[in-house]
């Protein structure tokens, strides 16, 4: 590798560290009230109804008449989600509808 190519590496890889290690040493330091802790509870949830929703909405996996695979499977997700309360089940539950409606349908 040549020097610019590392060069670049490492500068990346500083910024990359300042920009998730300075939010957390500052905030530490802070008292933040409960409302604000509260509300930032709900920020992994909404990042990833963004993903699903961005997945299922802007380029679903279609069959030739019409079904989106990409919604069918996000339901049985759900539903196996809501049944066994486990992240692990869920995701299982959701790629497994998807690869076996994939082969099924496509």
Do not use: H, K, Y
Request: with cysteine; glycine share 6%.
């Amino acid at each position: 590798m040549n020097g610019e190519i590392l060069s670049t590496i490492a500068v990346c890889a500083a910024l990359t560290l300042v920009v998730r290690a300075l939010p957390i040493v500052f905030l530490s330091r802070m008292r933040m009230p409960a409302v604000l802790l509260d509300w930032l509870g709900f920020v992994p949830s909404a990042i990833m109804a963004a993903l699903v929703t961005a997945e299922v909405v802007g380029r679903p996996a279609m069959t030739p008449s019409g079904i989106s695979i990409s919604l069918v499977a996000t339901i049985v997700a759900a539903a196996a989600g809501a049944v066994s309360r486990s992240l692990f089940a869920t995701i299982v539950a959701g790629v497994a509808a998807f690869l076996v409606l994939q082969a099924l349908l496509m």
